[in-house]
């Protein structure tokens, strides 16, 4: 089992960044694709970015590619999310998951975080 903590959320004008980091538990890190999600007042939780095992994949939403970049560090069992550029519309609350699986997947993931919030003023 993989406990995940966020932080880093905030409050920035738009253009600005903020980082957001994930704390996950275990000795199994490593095993799990790790991704970022978020979600707004009485909208679905939508998929924003995920990681390979290894660190060496990615996918984002096409809404922030370009602006965002989702990284982990094995040895420190963290998962972060650069987010750069930010818009009104990226306000949201952010939850860091996990997922146990090879391959980089955008749904199904086994794992939650309790959330951030991000906040981008215009």
């Known amino acids: 089992q993989v406990q995940l903590v966020e932080s880093g959320g905030g409050l920035v004008q738009a253009g600005g960044a903020l980082r957001l980091s994930c704390a996950a538990s275990?000795?199994?890190?490593?095993?799990?694709?790790m991704g970022w999600f978020r979600q707004t007042p009485g909208k679905e939780r939508e998929f924003v970015a995920a990681?390979?095992?290894?660190?060496?994949?990615?996918i984002y939403v096409d809404s922030v590619k370009g602006r965002f970049t989702i990284s982990r560090d094995n040895a420190k069992n963290m998962v972060y999310l650069q987010m750069n550029s930010l818009k009104p519309e990226d306000t949201a609350v952010y939850y860091c998951?996990?997922?146990?699986?090879?391959?980089?997947?955008?749904?199904?993931?086994?794992?939650w975080g309790q959330g951030t919030q991000v906040t981008v003023s215009s």
């Open positions: 998951a996990a997922a146990l699986a090879r391959f980089l997947r955008t749904t199904g993931y086994d794992y």
């Open positions: 990681i390979v095992r290894s660190g060496e994949g990615t």
């Open positions: 275990g000795r199994t890190f490593g095993n799990y694709v």
